[in-house]
Structures are given as structure tokens and as C-alpha cells.
């Protein structure tokens, strides 16, 4: 459940990030949409770390590094 949800959260990261391209190569001038969709993606991208943090100290994520 949690991988999902992090999954979900990346893909909202990625989709926000490209709205937020779309919005500016449109209205370069700007009317506050490229910020609004890029606050959006700071806030999607502090939620992913904070999930990750805690999918890590509670156990049901690990690495699977070899070192």
C-alpha cells in the first residue's frame, strides 16, 4: 500500500512538473499559474520525502544496496 501511494505521488510530481512547462511555454508572461502548479510540486515532492521518511524508520521500505 505504501509503495503505491509513493507511486501515485511521483506520478503527481511528474504531471504537475509538465503543467507547470505547459503553463509557462502558453502564458509566458505569466498570470501566477506557473507559480501556483510549481508550489504544487514543492508540496507533492515535501510529502514524498515525508512518506519515504517514514515508509524507512518504521521498516516496510529498505534498501537493497550492496553496500
Known amino acids: 500500500m505504501l509503495?503505491?501511494?509513493?507511486?501515485?505521488?511521483?506520478i503527481a510530481i511528474v504531471v504537475a512538473l509538465?503543467?507547470?512547462l505547459w503553463s509557462l511555454l502558453r502564458y509566458p508572461a505569466g498570470d501566477g499559474r506557473t507559480a501556483n502548479r510549481?508550489?504544487?510540486?514543492v508540496i507533492l515532492s515535501a510529502l514524498l520525502i515525508l512518506l519515504l521518511i517514514y515508509g524507512f524508520n518504521t521498516g516496510q521500505l529498505?534498501?537493497?544496496?550492496?553496500w
Open 18 to 20: 509538465f503543467s507547470s
Open 3 to 10: 509503495r503505491i501511494l509513493i507511486l501515485v505521488l511521483f
Open 62 to 66: 529498505h534498501s537493497h544496496a550492496p
Open 38 to 41: 510549481l508550489l504544487w510540486r
